[in-house]
């Protein structure tokens, strides 16, 4: 059991076209329809009812913080495993800027990629008492030698995220988000769920009148880089979508700050409004490079 993929889930806890969808009998939970927030009562009452081996949580595309005592308490009363999949969130985790599952969960994955700032690949985390059968699946069950280079990158990256540089550069990450929300508020964009406690946050498009799709291509040209999004019940498909999904990682490694986060939502806003215009997305290219200017995206690594 998982939340259900158009409202913020992964493709692979339970996707249809995914392995977990074809080998495994999924359940899908959601979102509170009014508030956009894990519908917690609704997701207890659903495990009560099908009773899923497994619960899934932690997610791809939400905003917000995920209540883990929550879910290994309804794991517990169906007598359930509960995985966490951090993959997103996983240097706010490790720089404390969220709280972690690992307390609550049996088993733990993430991808050190994103939030973490590692190399591209993952981690499973488990109770001791899943360790063997966890490490006989990946192999020989899945995977073939390992890649020692990213291992070696992983335990650099791991490194890095227990400096208290890294505590800071998690907490600026969730800080600029917060301010990015809210500027992007201002500019006239619905926020889906109110807001942001995390690295990222969804934006309805809807009052612009233009769809993810046509927006992602638009601010692309102009410089910006993001990428189109579902959002909760969204009438578009996957392939056009009414939404964005932006994160502020990247930007907070270069050391851009709230000043910036304000800069860069109106300059979103400027192209949302015009995205048709081939002279205002000129223009606000050249203010997102004299932006980028004073910044270098991968700065001296810490640590
Ligand atoms: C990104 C992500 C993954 C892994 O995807 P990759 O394609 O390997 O980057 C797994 N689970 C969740 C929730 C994710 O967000």
Redesign the pocket.
């Known amino acids: 059991m998982g939340l259900r993929l158009d409202h913020g889930?992964?493709?692979?806890?339970g996707s249809p076209v995914n392995f977990s969808g074809k080998l495994y009998d999924f359940v899908p939970y959601q979102l509170h329809p009014e508030t956009e927030l894990l519908d917690y009562d609704g997701i207890a009452e659903l495990a009560r009812e099908t009773r899923p081996k497994m619960i899934l949580c932690?997610?791809?595309?939400y905003p917000r913080t995920i209540d883990f005592e929550f879910f290994r308490q309804v794991a517990d009363e169906i007598g359930a495993f509960l995985m966490a999949?951090?993959?997103?969130i996983a240097g706010l985790v490790a720089g404390g800027a969220h709280p972690s599952p690992v307390p609550y969960a049996d088993v733990v994955?993430?991808?050190n990629?994103?939030t973490l700032r590692g190399p591209?690949g993952?981690t499973i985390l488990c109770r001791s008492e899943y360790a063997q059968a966890i490490d006989k699946a990946v192999f020989p069950g899945l995977q073939g030698g390992p890649l020692m280079h990213v291992i070696a990158a992983k335990a650099v990256s791991f490194a890095e995220a227990a400096t208290p540089e890294f505590k800071q550069y998690a907490s600026d990450i969730v800080s600029n988000a917060k301010v990015l929300c809210q500027a992007l508020a201002e500019e006239g964009l619905r926020i889906v769920s109110g807001g942001t406690d995390n690295h990222l946050m969804l934006v309805d498009l809807r009052p612009f009148g233009v769809t993810g799709a046509v927006a992602q291509d638009a601010l692309d040209a102009a410089g910006i880089t993001l990428n189109k999004n579902t959002i909760p019940d969204d009438p578009e498909s996957p392939f056009v979508t009414s939404g964005l999904r932006l994160g502020t990682a990247s930007v907070t490694t270069a050391g851009m700050g709230p000043d910036e986060m304000r800069t860069a939502a109106h300059l979103i806003g400027r192209v949302l409004g015009d995205v048709d215009n081939a002279d205002t997305i000129a223009a606000v290219r050249d203010d997102v490079e004299a932006l980028c200017e004073g910044f270098v995206p991968y700065p001296t690594p810490v640590g």
């Open positions: 889930g992964h493709l692979t806890h932690g997610y791809t595309a999949d951090i993959a997103h994955t993430f991808t990629h994103k591209r993952a």
